[in-house]
């Protein structure tokens, strides 16, 4: 399934008006860790799947990267990225990231942040990324947690009191796709285990360089109302790799 939720005009405006779509990547709670990942974008050729507004195709301009593409199956979110990009250095293609194709040797780096959860087969996904890499190319991602995508309905157990006693975890090996609420609409996104992942990227070539559960960024545990929950359980999965030589 290639859902384009962003496209609907409700669903964008919710979308639009969260503090990681107005602020950018430091209102992100999981930048500061994932920043860390990221190579060393001088002179590089960089992709990157599920771009939105663009916030990271220019972050690796900024960074000293050669060219940028940014790739989205949302129009809505492609015009706001051109909105916010002034560079000549990068340019966007509206496009489900199951469709990519791109020749052998097109990229130094390919980058993906919060995306691929909505697409169903990582190992296609990983498969490409391989293929359009150059040797020694390295692919960093995140997705949700497969803790925080398992039961379906992303929430806590509450009590009659409305607290909140725990995160449920369900259904955890049957990968697949599953009904959210994300900002108060339905979304499908596709559970898959951590297993998958590794493994996904291991059998497409690649060496994997470093995994991390990233906790908040100190800051927004003080600043964000219920952001101090999030250490409770993983939300979200970062994962760097190299195209082996």
């Known amino acids: 399934m290639k859902q384009n939720k962003y496209d609907d005009s409700t669903f964008f405006e919710k979308y639009s008006n969260m503090e990681r779509s107005k602020k950018g990547l430091e209102a992100a709670g999981e930048w500061h860790e ?3 990942m990221l190579p060393d974008f001088k002179g590089k050729r960089v992709l990157d799947l599920g771009c939105g507004f663009g916030w990271h195709c220019r972050f690796a301009v900024e960074n000293g990267a050669k060219s940028a593409v940014g790739v989205d199956i949302s129009q809505k979110m492609l ?17 489900p990231i199951e469709d990519i194709d791109f020749a052998g040797n097109s990229f130094d780096v390919v980058i993906s942040s919060l995306a691929l959860h909505y697409v169903q087969s990582f190992e296609d996904i990983s498969a490409k990324v391989n293929k359009c890499l150059t040797s020694g190319g390295e692919f960093v991602f995140s997705v949700e947690h497969p803790i925080f995508t398992a039961q379906g309905k992303q929430d806590w157990y509450y009590d009659k009191q409305g607290n909140r006693l725990h995160w449920p975890v369900d259904q955890y090996f049957t990968e697949g796709s599953r009904k959210a609420d994300f900002l108060g609409e339905e979304v499908i996104k596709y559970h898959k285990t951590l297993t ?13 360089t470093g995994i991390v559960e990233p906790k908040p960024a100190e800051h927004l545990l003080y600043s964000v109302p219920g952001m101090a929950d999030e250490l409770r359980r993983p939300m979200m999965l970062l994962i760097s790799a190299v195209k082996k030589r």
């Open 79 to 95: 015009n706001e990225a051109a909105n916010k990009t002034e560079s000549e250095y990068i340019r966007y293609i509206c496009m």
């Open 196 to 208: 998958t992942y590794l493994n996904g990227l291991i059998q497409a070539g690649f060496e994997i």
């Open 34 to 36: 994932l920043k860390k």
